[in-house]
Nanobody, 116 residues
Framework: QVQLVESGGGLVQAGGSLRLSCAAS?????MGWFRQAPGKEREFVAA?????YYADSVKGRFTISGDNAKNTVNLQMNSLKPEDTAVYYC???????????????WGQGTQVTVSS
């Protein structure tokens, strides 16, 4: 069983930046970030294993990075938009990086709010 703990969410104005971090209690193959806005389905944001993956909506604005030795993953979010507002979830697994079904472990989520 792997436990994931997220940190770094908060309130920021449009155009600002936030950095999310996730620490895993054990080794994992793929770590990723998903988000869920009120009234919407959960969606993929970014993931990392031997390469990185991004949703089209965040390419060029978000950067995912990982530290294998520390079992951590970070999500640097720049040029934030109000539509980025959501609860962001860290996930870990060994399946398809871009699909929620590819992940076995999930964090409890951290709120990101972008004001206009």
């Amino acid at each position: 069983q792997v436990q994931l703990v997220e940190s770094g969410g908060g309130l920021v104005q449009a155009g600002g930046s936030l950095r999310l971090s996730c620490a895993a209690s054990g080794r994992t193959y793929t770590m990723g970030w998903f988000r869920q806005a009120p009234g919407k389905e959960r969606e993929f944001v970014a993931a990392i294993n031997w390469r990185t993956y991004y949703a089209d909506s965040v390419k060029g604005r978000f950067t995912i990075s990982g530290d294998n030795a520390k079992n951590t993953v970070n999500l640097q979010m720049n040029s934030l938009k109000p539509e980025d507002t959501a609860v962001y979830y860290c996930a870990a697994g060994s399946g398809a990086a871009g699909s929620g079904s590819g992940y076995d472990y999930w964090g409890q989520g951290t709120q990101v709010t972008v004001s206009s």
